[in-house]
Antibody, heavy 124, light 106 residues
Framework: EIQLLESGGGLVQPGGSLRLSCAAS????????MGWVRQAPGKGLEWVSD????????SHADSVRGRFTISRDNSKNTVYLQMNSLGAEDTAVYFC?????????????????WGQGTVVIVSS | DIQMTQSPSSLSASVGDRVTITCRAS??????LNWYQQKPGKAPKLLIY???NLQSGVPSTFSGSGSGTDFTLTISSLQPEDFATYYC?????????FGQGTKLEI
């Protein structure tokens, strides 16, 4: 059974940092791209970032580029999202998600399995 | 960025109804269109990928069609568990943008 378990969310002051983690199980982790999608309270979905199976290719939304960095450790079956210079606009539930098999090891934008999310609140 | 516009934003329907949700892209995205279902407090679930391909495990009452800029998600016979919010998403190019969602209510 595929499982994605996010952690690392919490309350942080504006300008602060957090590192989100997503521990994966139930599939060959290094064979799939992974991504992060967020959802602000009461709002829709926003793609944040993704990373290829080998970790060599990453993409970030303009809203987070230069502040957020996605990475992965295939030996630990874990993908990370380092978030710096956080602002109120980053308050959201952050979902970790897996790319479907038809994408190969590269991201193709779609996500077939999602974690339950971790909450990030940026407030003083 | 490619803008994705869904209509309607909300929809009331009954069990057994046939329902269609539309999604329009601001430029051609070929068939790089996915549909997700999200229930309150839960993660999204992939229903349809590449415009018309049913994700494994998704009931055949769901179907998708379209290409270019105009797409539809059809539920042929609403079941109680189908009442949720539905999102389209383009995967043609980054940023992979979502529609604003369609809330399907009883």
């Amino acid at each position: 059974e595929i499982q994605l378990l996010e952690s690392g969310g919490g309350l942080v002051q504006p300008g602060g940092s957090l590192r989100l983690s997503c521990a994966a199980s139930g599939f060959t982790f290094s064979s799939y791209a992974m991504g992060w999608v967020r959802q602000a309270p009461g709002k829709g979905l926003e793609w944040v970032s993704d990373i290829s199976g080998g970790g060599g290719r990453t993409s970030h939304a303009d809203s987070v580029r230069g502040r957020f960095t996605i990475s992965r450790d295939n030996s630990k079956n874990t993908v990370y999202l380092q978030m710096n210079s956080l602002g109120a606009e980053d308050t959201a539930v952050y979902f970790c998600a897996k790319a479907p098999p038809y994408c190969g090891r590269d991201s193709c934008g779609a996500f077939d399995f999602w974690g339950q999310g971790t909450v990030v609140i940026v407030s003083s | 960025d490619i803008q994705m516009t869904q209509s309607p934003s909300s929809l009331s329907a009954s069990v057994g109804d046939r329902v269609t949700i539309t999604c329009r892209a601001s430029q051609s995205i070929s068939s790089y269109l996915n549909w997700y279902q999200q229930k309150p407090g839960k993660a999204p679930k992939l229903l349809i990928y590449a415009a018309s391909n049913l994700q494994s495990g998704v009931p055949s009452t769901f179907s998708g069609s379209g290409s270019g800029t105009d797409f539809t998600l059809t539920i042929s016979s609403l079941q109680p568990e189908d009442f949720a919010t539905y999102y389209c998403q383009q995967s043609f190019t980054t940023p992979y943008t979502f529609g604003q969602g369609t809330k399907l209510e009883i």
